[in-house]
């Protein structure tokens, strides 16, 4: 079944103006993860929170957790064209980190 | 890019051939993946393998054969491939453990007609 849930399914901004998407899941985890695509192109990893964290920054990034709610989101500050890209939430099970499993992503635009 | 690379980029097929897609990862990692990435569909995981061996299976069709020779090393063997086929088939890598970051290739973008 679908995990992660990410909300909205698009989104788009001025460049400078924050980004801010949100990932609901449906079972336990051990971790949850953050990774951007590029059009047509792999995945990258940007940020692994685990569960017993509640926030955690890396740069320009910052991914908040709430394991009673089962939501994450991922705020993007000070937005740059080239963040323009697709972002998907990830959630490791507890039963097994290799299953990761994908929502369907948020379509970030950031507009010059 | 990262340090996984896929060939070919891009695969068009006709549904009685048989080709391979590649995948070689430099990381020294031991786990690798395949997933399948449809057009509004989530991201889907159809194969791992750990230290060469396949540990899981996503009841995966058996037109589609993955071999894992090392752990650098990942083919996807296609053959009698239908056109709801037609997806960016991913490879990853990562190193096993309780946190386990995956590291993913550029994709082979597959075309069946």
């Known amino acids: 079944s679908q995990q992660g849930e990410e909300d909205p399914q698009a989104l788009s901004i001025q460049e400078g103006e924050n980004a801010t998407m949100n990932c609901s899941y449906k079972t336990s985890i051990n971790n949850l993860q953050w990774y951007r695509q590029n059009s047509g192109r792999g995945l990258v990893h940007l940020i692994l929170i685990r569960s017993n964290e509640r926030e955690k920054h890396s740069g320009r990034l910052r991914v908040t957790l709430d394991t009673s709610k089962k939501s994450s989101s991922l705020l993007i500050t000070a937005s740059r064209a080239a963040d323009t890209a697709s972002y998907f939430c990830a959630t490791g099970d507890v039963q097994g980190a290799q299953k990761l499993v994908f929502g369907q992503g948020t379509r970030l635009t950031i507009n010059p | 890019e990262t340090g996984v690379t896929q060939t070919p980029r891009h695969l068009v097929m006709g549904m009685t051939n048989k080709k391979s897609l590649k995948c070689e990862q430099h990381?020294?990692?031991?786990?690798m993946y395949w997933y399948k990435q449809s057009a509004k569909k989530p991201l889907e995981l159809m194969f791992v393998y750990n230290f060469k061996e396949q540990t899981e299976n996503n009841s995966v069709p058996s037109r589609f054969s993955p071999e894992c020779p090392n752990s650098s090393h990942l083919f996807l063997h296609l053959h009698t491939l239908q056109p709801e086929d037609s997806a960016l088939y991913l490879c990853?890598?990562?190193?096993?453990?309780?946190?386990?970051?995956?590291?993913f290739g550029p994709g082979t973008r597959l075309l069946v007609l």
């Open positions: 990381l020294g990692h031991n786990a």
């Open positions: 990853a890598s990562s190193q096993p453990g309780l946190e386990e970051t995956q590291y």
